[in-house]
Nanobody, 124 residues
Framework: QVQLVESGGGLVQAGGSLRLSCTAS????????LGWFRQAPGKARELVAA????????YYPDSVKGRFTISRDNAKNAVYLQMNSLKPEDTAVYYC?????????????????WGQGTQVTVSS
């Protein structure tokens, strides 16, 4: 079992930045690929960043590419999401997720462990 806890959400003006953190307890963190998802009211949960277990490969959809950066520190059992140039459409609950595999996938159903989520609100 892996327990994930997110932090760092909040209210920010458009153009601002936030850094989300997710810390894990339980099994060795380095064995998992990690992803950050978000879900806005009435919308499907979507992947906004993912990283392989080694940190060697990352993924971003076009909607956040160049603005968001995912990183991980396996020694600290932590994964981060740096979000810059935030837009109102980035408003959502953000979740970190762990997959029992070295590689990530785009589909939220294929992640095994989830945090409780942290709210990000971007005002215009």
């Amino acid at each position: 079992q892996v327990q994930l806890v997110e932090s760092g959400g909040g209210l920010v003006q458009a153009g601002g930045s936030l850094r989300l953190s997710c810390t894990a307890s339980g099994r060795p963190f380095s064995r998992y690929a990690l992803g950050w998802f978000r879900q806005a009211p009435g919308k499907a949960r979507e992947l906004v960043a993912a990283i392989t277990w080694s940190g060697g490969n990352t993924y971003y959809p076009d909607s956040v590419k160049g603005r968001f950066t995912i990183s991980r520190d396996n020694a600290k059992n932590a994964v981060y999401l740096q979000m810059n140039s935030l837009k109102p459409e980035d408003t959502a609950v953000y979740y970190c997720a762990a997959r029992s595999s070295p590689t990530y996938t785009y589909y939220y159903t294929e992640y095994d462990y989830w945090g409780q989520g942290t709210q990000v609100t971007v005002s215009s």
